[in-house]
């Protein structure tokens, strides 16, 4: 069985040189989980960019389906001779596919860039297999919650830990406007929450489902974000009830967050104890950084003093504009 995958082109370049390198290993991670032994290398076909896959026997229509979650490809093609013959769609959304990219921000990552960690972290884990089931993802550095609006597209649920108020309070707003638009049920709670016997901040609770049927029925899909600090992750969330972390660092951050000294490093030293506690066995970890402002080894030491294992890849250090040098880590609980 030999596959064309005819990735989405990109403006800049240069920036899609590395949009190449990130398609790669992210379609090498998915096909290590489907444990096939495959050949995969790009090849420009009629001036579009694809990434030829020839894996040693046939793939089911579920495993298909993971393929489907690549954020990278934009259609599936079963070559044949000189002939590209589509396959059917397989990534249905759960959620109007609009929904992470209308709200515009400064500094806001790109979205593609988001979903391939999302895929990558699913890759990593043991829920692979289960992808379209309804996993909870969280992102402990929210921001204005991308990845977890990525996550809602694809019908997980989602959970958010950020600092900023006006951030999140500008993601309720649009949330919440999103939902009337297009006469979606759901439910809107604010509430306070307590941690360690003190008020440790406030929680925004989206319940939602994709129509009305379903919505009565109690098949139902969850947004949460928490107003707080990312050190107290643990007080906050379950123990084990998290199967995948997503988190895109700031890039420039030279402080930690809620003011304290010890800078972007010094937060994610404190809270990664509590990260690997609300994640689950067999879950993953993916996270991009500015190589600028943090080396690598500095990640993988702490991540690896927490009881995390890192997942070996290739190269994901790219280039995305003068200050900004980025890499990714993946690596997994258990």
């Given at each position: 069985m030999k596959l064309a995958l005819l990735l989405y082109p990109h403006q800049n370049i240069r920036y899609r040189a590395s949009l190449l390198q990130i398609a790669l290993e992210e379609t090498r991670l998915v096909f290590d989980t489907l444990?096939?032994?495959?050949?995969?290398?790009?090849e420009e076909i009629g001036g579009a960019q694809f990434l030829i896959c020839q894996p040693d026997r046939p793939l089911s229509r579920r495993e298909l389906g993971l393929l489907g979650h690549l954020s990278s490809v934009y259609m599936i093609f079963e070559a044949r001779d000189e002939a590209l013959l589509p396959l059917p769609a397989q990534r249905p959304d759960y959620i109007g596919a609009d929904l992470p990219y209308l709200l515009k921000y400064k500094g806001k990552t790109n979205e593609m860039f988001t979903d391939s960690m999302l895929t990558m972290a699913l890759a990593a884990s043991t829920f692979s297999r289960n992808y379209d089931a309804q996993l909870n993802v969280l992102d402990p550095l929210a921001g204005k919650g991308t990845t977890l609006l990525l996550a809602l597209r694809r019908g997980y649920h989602g959970i958010g830990i950020e600092i900023s108020k006006s951030s999140i309070e500008e993601l309720a707003g649009y949330m919440n406007r999103y939902f009337?638009?297009?006469?979606?049920?759901?439910?809107?709670q604010k509430s306070s929450l307590t941690v360690y016997g003190k008020n440790g901040g406030t929680q925004h609770k989206w319940v939602f489902s994709d129509s009305a049927d379903h919505f009565k029925d109690g098949d139902t899909r969850s947004l949460r974000m928490i107003c707080g600090d990312t050190r107290n992750t643990e007080a906050f969330l379950k123990t084990e009830s998290v199967?995948?972390?997503?988190?895109?660092?700031?890039y420039g951050v030279q402080m930690g967050t809620a003011g304290k000294q010890d800078g972007i490093l010094g937060t994610v030293s404190a809270a990664l104890p509590g990260w690997y506690s609300v994640l689950k066995t067999g879950g993953a970890l993916c996270m991009s950084f500015n190589t600028h402002t943090i080396r690598r080894e500095q990640l993988t030491g702490r991540l690896a003093e927490c009881g995390f294992s890192i997942v070996e890849t290739g190269s994901l250090a790219h280039w995305v504009?003068?200050?900004?040098?980025?890499?990714?880590?993946?690596?997994?609980?258990?």
């Open positions: 444990e096939t032994p495959t050949d995969i290398h790009p009337e638009f297009h006469r979606m049920k759901y439910k809107y199967h995948l972390l997503i988190t895109d660092l700031p504009e003068q200050a900004i040098e980025r890499d990714l880590i993946i690596a997994r609980k258990g």
